[in-house]
């Protein structure tokens, strides 16, 4: 009995732990995506989007996942595909979106119309893509994935130049897109958006970091799974709009380093996204540390503006070594529409009110406050007398008493 015993052990492989990975593994494996996206066979988004995966990798097996069905080594060489130089708009649109080809440069050039260079798709053959510019009574939009590295030169004359890139880390490896514009009586925009949609294998689907508790994961999985499928669109008429941020997020990354920041904000994006979902809110936009959410009434956004507070104030109770604090800003009104985006008074005032709380505040507009306290679910504090940043008049603001 006990020798066929002994034989079944002997037969048994011992099992094999998984091996920890580290920071010289996620920079080969970063390494490898960079090449592959400069050989064309990943997408600039796609690029990010695995490198995203790498960085949050613990595990040698996680990092072999992003490789997966890459081949074994990238060969620019042997790839010949005409790459795009021009996008014109003479009185008329012009666009480079979806997947094309891109080289060292590519010039945009729109007389009365409006050129749109959208390079999230884009397969980037070279480390440094310069975008010449040139918009003559016209504009020209150029959008980019979230933490690529981009810089914004020119000259405007009567026109203007912009860039508004959500302020997250830059993604080692990632090529650099430098845009020199010339509007001339026109406008050069240049802003990052993230694309919502799987790229690669199976393996690479958004696994939570092993560091954060159990709930969070459920939480993203239940909030990836309704999300299929769903008409999305922000309400229309007039919407409560609420800006939330992690409150000294620049200091927390220079404190933490890029690795601990990005498992950080996976953490909050995971509560307030769960939040927003309960109440019926749109998404209109993350800018990595924060949130742009457009709601179809002033209760459900300050019913989801009390549950993220709460949600966070549970959160740092559990963890108190590194603490998240919020500070949220809602404002109601009838914003103006540009495609999936939402703009005009209405948002820059619910903006301000963001960057004006402290951490861990929710301050809403007059009438906002008017909207929602004949409700009587909602306590406030004093209001207050403030100027906002490209608001004229003086504003009457107040605080929300959620911890009653």
């Known amino acids: 009995m006990s020798d066929k015993t002994g034989a079944v052990a002997d037969n048994l492989e011992p099992a094999t732990p998984e091996i920890r990975a580290s920071d010289q593994d996620r920079e ?4 490898q995506l960079r090449r592959h996206a400069i050989d064309g ?26 490789l997966s069905d890459l081949p074994a ?32 440069s590519v010039t945009a ?6 050129c749109e260079l959208d390079f999230r798709r884009a397969e980037i053959n070279a480390p440094e893509v310069r975008v010449t510019a040139v918009a003559i009574m016209g504009g020209i939009d150029i959008i980019v994935p979230v933490g690529i590295s981009v810089e914004l030169t020119g000259l405007p004359i009567m026109g203007g130049k912009h860039i508004k890139i959500a302020d997250v880390p830059f993604l080692p490896g990632s090529p650099l897109i430098s845009v020199r514009a010339f509007p001339i009586m026109g406008g050069v925009n240049v802003r990052s958006k993230p694309e919502s949609r799987k790229t690669g294998p199976a393996d690479l689907e ?38 939330s941020d992690i409150a000294g997020y620049s200091e927390i990354t220079d404190r933490l380093g890029d690795l601990a920041a990005h498992d950080l904000i996976r953490t909050h994006n995971a509560i307030v996204r ?10 209109v936009k993350s800018h990595g540390d924060g949130f742009m959410v457009a709601f179809s009434s002033a209760t459900r956004g300050l019913r989801c503006a009390v549950a993220i507070q709460k949600a966070f104030e549970k959160y740092c109770l559990e963890h108190p070594q590194e603490p998240i604090h919020v500070h949220l800003g809602l404002h109601a009104g009838e914003p103006v529409r540009d495609e999936d985006d939402l703009l005009g008074r209405t948002v820059i005032i619910a903006s301000r009110l963001s960057d004006l709380a402290s951490p861990g505040e929710i301050l809403v507009s007059s009438l906002l406050h008017d909207l929602a306290e004949s409700a009587g679910e909602f306590r406030f504090g004093e209001p207050r007398n403030v100027e906002l940043k490209g608001i004229s008049s003086a504003q009457t603001i107040y605080p929300v008493d959620w911890q009653g």
């Open 274 to 283: 769960e939040q927003v979902h309960t109440q019926g809110g749109h998404e």
């Open 109 to 114: 050039v729109a007389v009365m119309g409006g």
């Open 206 to 243: 958004r696994r939570p970091s092993q560091d954060l508790p159990v709930e969070l994961s459920e939480v993203e999985e239940i909030v990836a799974s309704r999300g299929e499928g769903e008409a999305t669109g922000a309400p229309e008429g007039t919407v409560t709009i609420m800006f």
């Open 73 to 104: 080594a990238a060969a620019p060489e042997a790839r010949r595909v005409r790459v795009r130089r021009w996008v014109v708009a003479f009185m008329s649109g012009s666009k480079a979106k979806g997947r094309w080809r891109v080289g060292e």
């Open 28 to 31: 080969r494996t970063v390494e």
């Open 41 to 66: 066979t990943l997408t600039l988004d796609e690029f990010t989007d695995r490198v995203g995966v790498a960085l949050a990798a613990r595990t040698r097996a996680e990092l072999d996942a992003v």
